[in-house]
């Protein structure tokens, strides 16, 4: 049933991404590899993330699905392919799922924690964890149409938040100054000193902070004109999230300063938003917007769960998987027991990331986002070759466009690179290990569902 609008798959797009959540988590990592130089390399991000984005809107042009990559990638490069690209995509948004799950946990304990003065013990938070998976299964095997409501809602309220305490922030900078003397000034961004490895790190933590921007591939088959509003909306996502982080975080950087003390403020910040609240407006309002990344935590664990139950619903429909995943809800009409499937298989991830970490939140989410990150990536090299080959089959001027998504495969492998190495000690080498043992497990398993498809459809 196609009763999803533009504004619809924008919203799944963008709340499958979580930007109030990446925003207030993501950019401390960045600053322990380029100091105060955070907004310059989000900007530079933009010239690989326009040659993903661009592989996703010549694809999705081609067809609206409900399999995202596993169909538009099958179709382009044969079913085996589009069963691999499918399974990394499906599982990246299983560890979504989890690893937003996990943010819910941690903000939705901070509020209460700062808004009551209490300490609330680890145990706590993943209960909270496992009831915001609950109620984020509840609006997920909702019809899309009203699903993209509630996300929009959800996640435009937390930015909306978020863009006041930025304003704010950004008149008194300019007006009578930081608490202690911060001003703007765009010298601050200076990548003087870092080193390539560093800046590679933090371009690869840029980019993962903008990754899911494509979720709404994967609501083709409910979306009105999908071959336009679904590239459309994929475009719309991509730029709006990474002008909100180029401004945020360069507000952010002048609000906290750039001398040593203060850029280690800025790292230890456990919600920066928040945090910039804090000081600059009121500690209410910071409240509210660590209260507001929860929300975006449960926007994005929604849009994740559509986003699998679709991916899940399609290879049922082919005979890949179970024929009881393809079986749409007679109420909503929707894959109500595949976004379920993707709900649990996320609490797996976490209740398995809980064991060599010691079950401290931080820690899981931590865990399951690197783990996300490889399969994330592997999926987006697969979606670049195949829109290179459909340039390329065009012939003329397009065949020699094909080199830009070329290009984003090429960028693709030095992000998988900076994801890995220098490989980590302790619990942190689980997720690299993991997520590479996935991959080529996902090939094989690939490979063996869509050649018994292949037979049974030979045979009957």
Not at 207 to 212: D, K, M, V
Not at 432 to 448: I, S, W, Y
Request: glycine share 10%; proline share 4%; net charge neutral.
């Amino acid at each position: 049933m196609r009763n999803l609008g533009l504004f619809g798959a924008v919203a799944v797009s963008l709340a499958v991404v979580g930007p109030s959540m990446s925003v207030s988590l993501n950019p401390q990592a960045m600053a322990q590899q380029v100091g105060g130089a955070v907004p310059v390399v989000f900007v530079m991000a933009l010239v690989p993330l326009a040659t993903i984005a661009l592989a996703f809107i010549v694809l999705t042009r081609r067809h609206g699905t409900a399999g995202s990559l596993y169909t538009l990638v099958g179709l382009e490069l044969g079913p085996r392919a589009g069963a691999i690209s499918g399974l990394w995509l499906l599982t990246a948004y299983c560890a979504f799922t989890g690893l937003t799950s996990a943010s819910f946990g941690i903000f939705t304990v901070g509020f209460v924690e700062a808004a009551f003065d209490v300490t609330i013990p680890a145990g706590i938070t993943f209960l909270v964890m496992a009831a915001g998976l609950l109620l984020a299964c509840v609006f997920a095997i909702r019809p899309a149409r009203l699903a993209g409501h509630v996300l929009l809602a959800m996640e435009g309220l937390t930015m909306t938040l978020i863009t006041i305490t930025v304003v704010i922030t950004f008149y008194k900078l300019v007006t009578v100054g930081g608490p202690q003397g911060q001003s703007v000034d765009f010298s601050e961004f200076s990548l003087t000193g870092v080193t390539t490895g560093a800046l590679g790190l933090a371009l690869t933590f840029a980019i993962l902070s903008t990754a899911g921007f494509e979720g709404s591939a994967a609501a083709g088959e409910e979306t009105r004109n999908p071959t336009r509003n679904v590239p459309l909306a994929i475009l719309l996502t991509a730029i709006l999230v990474n002008v909100f982080y180029v401004i945020v975080t360069s507000v952010a950087v002048w609000g906290f300063g750039t001398s040593s003390a203060e850029v280690q403020q800025f790292i230890n910040s456990a919600s920066l938003p928040g945090d910039l609240a804090d000081m600059y407006v009121s500690v209410a309002l910071g409240d509210l917007i660590t209260l507001g990344g929860a929300i975006s935590s449960l926007a994005c664990m929604i849009a994740a769960q559509i986003a699998g139950g679709r991916i899940m619903y399609a290879f049922a429909r082919d005979g890949l998987f179970p024929r009881r995943l393809a079986v749409l809800s007679p109420r909503w009409w929707t894959p109500v027991l595949g976004s379920t499937v993707t709900a649990v298989v996320a609490a797996a991830m976490v209740a398995l990331s809980m064991l060599p970490t010691a079950a401290d939140p931080f820690s899981v989410f931590e865990l399951v986002s690197d783990y996300a990150g490889v399969m994330i990536v592997s999926a987006y090299g697969a979606a670049c070759v195949a829109a290179a080959a459909v340039m390329w089959a065009r012939g003329g001027r397009v065949r020699l466009a094909s080199i830009v998504p070329m290009f984003g495969v090429v960028i693709v492998l030095i992000v998988m690179y900076f994801s890995l190495f220098p490989l980590p000690s302790g619990w942190e080498l689980v997720a690299p290990l993991a997520g590479v043992t996935t991959v080529l497990a996902m090939v094989v398993v690939g490979l063996v569902v869509s050649g018994r498809a292949a037979a049974r459809t030979a045979a009957s």
